[in-house]
């Protein structure tokens, strides 16, 4: 959000610092030419991401006294974008998550145990990278759960099966019961380092076991991705399923749902399109 407000300050005053720029100065006039410039610039998603930090930034200047209500009102009228984009990324299939368990397995060393369940974890409990730097010790229990720091510091419980549970009880032998990070490096006398993880290494950890387990890169969010996916394929209710997300609204969780996408991949099926396959002519 600051750096969408540094961006909007020098469209604004020809200088990128949101905290020198006298927001409570804008009128109608000027929201309208912002949103006007974001929609020639940006992608419909950054467009409304830029014109929230717009919103808020103004709200905070009427709180403030720095404006009237009327103007406030006025200003904050222009609409967000309406838009329909497909999640980016990709999902990964069960053979390349074998693939990649195996290549952890492969690997000897306490970053094999680690890495397997790391990655199960972020699979099997479809957590967001940054959710799994914060995991301590302390919040796995009864085998079986884990308690969630997500976005917004809200927690959620997430339920573990039992190939997650075996993949982390593996790493927490290894590991020991130390209180403190569930996660931690591993250095190259291939001990382990009683600190947290940040998120770029869980970035790295993966692209590395992709690289040896010879599928195609991915990103730790399309692990979630497909956590998401593949419960809803399975059946499971699309409000259990955001709730087990610890997504806000239901909507980001229907963004991930396939089975629209093939119900409309079998009616295309049904068109018969009466074209021969052209025949190569014969020389001569």
Known sequence: MRQALDRMAELLTGTPDALSCHWGALRLNHTIMIRAWLVENYKPATVNKMLSALRGVLKAAWLLGQMSAEDYQKAVTINSIKNYTLPAGREVEMAEMSALLSACQIDTSPAGTRD?????????????????????????????????????????????????????????????????????????????????????????????????????????????????????????????????????????????????????????????????????????
């Open 116 to 284: 397997a369940a790391m990655i199960a974890i972020l699979y099997g409990a479809g957590l967001r990278r940054a959710e799994v730097v914060k995991l301590d010790v302390a919040d796995y229990s009864n085998q079986e759960r884990l308690v969630v720091r997500g976005k917004g510091r809200k927690e959620r419980t997430a339920w573990l099966n039992q190939g997650v549970v075996a993949a982390l009880e593996d790493w927490l032998v290894l590991r020991g019961a130390w209180a403190g990070p569930l996660f931690t490096p591993i250095n190259k006398a291939h001990a382990i380092v009683e600190r947290r993880l940040t998120t770029q290494a869980v970035y790295y950890i993966l692209q590395k076991r992709s690289v040896e387990a010879e599928i195609a890169a991915f990103s730790p969010h399309d692990l979630r991705r497909t956590f998401v996916s593949n419960l809803l394929d399975a059946g499971a209710d699309i409000a259990v399923v955001s709730r087990m997300a610890g997504h806000a609204n239901v909507q980001t969780t229907a963004r991930y749902d396939r089975r629209p996408e093939e119900a409309k991949k079998r009616a295309a099926g049904l068109l018969h399109v009466p074209y021969r396959t052209r025949k190569p002519r014969e020389d001569g």
